[in-house]
């Protein structure tokens, strides 16, 4: 049965929140973990919709897992892949499963992978992962909606990619492990989750350096040399900025645990500019509060270390009760801006002009009916109910089910007052036909 989540806003956040694991580090682990011909632990797992999503993907490839959501840990085995195709059903899922492509060629010479596609937010090519894999010395064709790639052995390469993409310096750092020789990648993505990503790949007995900056290094080992290893992922920056930005929409103050405040420099930044308290209390811990209502700021999206558009949304939603005009510029996503029109029924004043938006704040939003269309979006809307008057309601928990874990909770942690209930089926055919399917 589908649910909603219902809060009664204009309650003030207070208390303490902790961060879980970042999805989008553990998922690319996971897909790393393919390189190894034996165990590997990983832990600090968030419990989300994608994890779960992801170990499906791995097993489907006959790896053998096991998931202690309690304890926060998968261990994952994959000495016997028994599959080289991560079919469409896992892709049109959940996009991150396209990063088992760099991973199952590196292991197996071989990968059949459902070609993503667009998705809410954007058009998502893969043109540079294609180009990346194919300098290593792969073959890769479209066939029948798959990425089909192989080769007779992966030799290094320098690499330079037209912009510095997360998925695609993932899938050639994971391709390049066991090629024979180095490769080097130009204009790589810098994001915490790409140091993550090295970092877990060199506890396994890999050889990357540079990760974090503009060029990686990716000296080939040989199968032998990969080993076992007990790694535990990073924290979740988005969801601590998620978090920090509900705090201050809700004029509250309280402290983020389990982060790593460098992660969030730019997050950071925007928020003291707009009259925002931040203070790092330790190197896991900091204090957010805002005691006045916010100013209004410019905000332009950007690849890591600059603006993540994936604070984007959340941040409209603090922005759209700030004083004066707030100019967003989502450099990105051509359609990360789905939040808008569900925003302005709340009374927002937000006008979307190609990749701007002009928001200009009002003095309190209303709570109402909404409804998440992606995971980001969704954060966004939760954020305006919990500073709105009023009840909201938001429907669309999917996306995100699939980004935050324990939403509920940990919002309550805080002090909101929000909860989840199941959608009755008002719908009379819907009624009248489950009668029937019963007599039969
Ligand atoms: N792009 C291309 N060609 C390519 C690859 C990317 O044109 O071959 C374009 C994309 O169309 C997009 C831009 O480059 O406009 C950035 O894409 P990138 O490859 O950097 O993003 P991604 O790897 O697909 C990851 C995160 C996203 C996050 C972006 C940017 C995961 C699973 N997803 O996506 O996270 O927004 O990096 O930081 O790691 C989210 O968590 O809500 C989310 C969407």
Redesign the pocket.
């Known amino acids: 049965m589908n649910e909603k989540i219902i809060i009664e806003g204009g309650k003030k956040l207070r208390g303490e929140v902790t961060i879980g694991g970042a999805?989008?580090a553990v998922?690319k682990l996971m897909a790393a973990a393919l390189l190894l011909d034996d165990i590997c632990e990983i832990h600090n797992v968030p419990a989300l919709a994608d994890v779960k999503t992801m170990l499906e993907v791995i097993n489907k490839l006959g790896v053998k897992s096991e998931y202690n959501e309690n304890e926060k840990f998968i261990k994952i085995d994959a000495t016997n892949i028994t599959s080289c195709t991560a079919s469409y059903e896992y892709v049109s899922k959940m996009?991150?499963s396209f990063i088992t492509l760099g991973a199952l060629l590196g292991r197996c010479n071989e990968a059949k992978v459902a070609l993503p596609g667009g998705c809410a937010?954007?058009?998502?090519?893969?043109?540079?992962?294609i180009k990346g894999l194919e300098s290593l010395g792969a073959k890769v064709k479209i066939e029948g909606g798959y990425v089909v790639a192989t080769a007779t052995k992966l030799v290094g390469s320098e690499i330079t990619l037209d912009?510095p993409?997360?998925?695609?310096t993932e899938n050639i750092m994971l391709a390049a492990v066991l090629a024979e020789g180095s490769t080097i990648i130009n204009n790589a993505?810098q994001?915490p989750?790409i140091i993550d990503l090295a970092n877990f790949l060199n506890a396994i007995g890999a050889d990357v350096s540079g990760a974090g900056s503009s060029e990686i290094i990716i000296n080939g080992v040989s199968q032998k040399d990969l080993h076992p290893a007990v790694y535990t992922t990073i924290p979740d920056r988005?969801e601590a900025g998620t978090y920090m930005a509900a705090i201050v929409a809700s004029r509250g103050k309280a402290v983020i645990k389990n982060v790593f405040p460098n992660h969030l420099s730019a997050v950071i930044s925007k928020l003291t500019e707009l009259g925002a308290n931040v203070s790092i209390i330790d190197p896991f811990s900091l204090e957010v509060s805002c005691p006045a209502r916010p100013k209004a700021v410019n905000i332009v999206t950007q690849p890591y270390p600059g603006f993540?558009?994936?604070m984007q949304s959340p941040l409209m939603a603090v922005l759209s009760t700030a004083k004066g005009i707030s100019i967003i510029n989502e450099s990105?996503?051509e359609n990360r801006f789905r939040q808008i029109a569900e925003l302005r029924r709340m009374g927002a004043d937000v006008q979307q002009e190609g990749s701007h938006a002009i928001v200009k704040g009002v003095r309190s939003l209303t709570g109402v009916q909404l409804k998440a269309s992606d995971?980001?979006a969704g954060a966004s809307l939760v954020i305006a109910g919990l500073c709105a008057n009023g009840t909201s309601e938001i429907e669309g928990l999917i996306h995100l089910d699939r980004?935050y874990e324990n939403i509920i909770e940990k919002f309550t942690m805080l002090g909101a007052d929000i909860k989840r209930v199941k959608i009755k089926d008002t719908n009379i055919n819907n009624v009248k036909n489950n009668k029937r399917k019963q007599k039969v």
């Open positions: 999805k989008n998922l996009r991150a937010i954007g058009e998502r090519r893969i043109d540079f992962h912009r993409s997360v998925g695609a993505a994001e989750e988005i993540p558009t994936d990105i996503y995971l980001r980004g």
